[in-house]
């Protein structure tokens, strides 16, 4: 069984910074995928972006292109989120989620078996 926990989201201004990050109580099969989604209020949840933590490949969703990075540190087990530039619409629940690479996909939450509890990140104006 794996377990995520997620941490650094708060509150910040238009056109500021956070870095999200997501500790793995272990790494498995089930983890050589790890990615971001997130939810805001009455929205469906959508990938942010994805990393194979094997190779280091990563993809995004257009939305954050240019903006967020997704990163990877094996021997902590723990995935990280760059947040730059951040714009009110990126208010949201943010979850760490993992999965198997190569199936795993931004674009289906069901690719996932893992979840984590979220970490809220609130941009104002």
């Known amino acids: 069984q794996v377990q995520l926990v997620e941490s650094g989201g708060g509150s910040v201004q238009a056109g500021g910074s956070l870095r999200l990050s997501c500790a793995a109580s272990?790494?498995?099969?089930?983890?050589?995928?790890m990615a971001w989604f997130r939810q805001g209020p009455g929205k469906e949840r959508e990938g942010v972006a994805r990393?194979?933590?094997?190779?280091?490949?990563?993809s995004y969703a257009d939305s954050v292109k240019g903006r967020f990075t997704i990163s990877q540190d094996n021997a902590k087990k723990t995935t990280y989120l760059q947040m730059n530039s951040l714009q009110p619409e990126d208010t949201a629940m943010y979850y760490c989620?993992?999965?198997?690479?190569?199936?795993?996909?931004?674009?289906?939450?069901?690719?996932?078996?893992?979840w984590g509890q979220g970490t809220q990140v609130t941009v104002s104006s």
């Open positions: 989620a993992a999965g198997r690479a190569p199936w795993c996909s931004i674009s289906a939450t069901n690719t996932f078996g893992y």
């Open positions: 272990t790494y498995t099969y089930s983890t050589t995928c």
């Open positions: 990393i194979y933590t094997n190779s280091g490949i990563t």
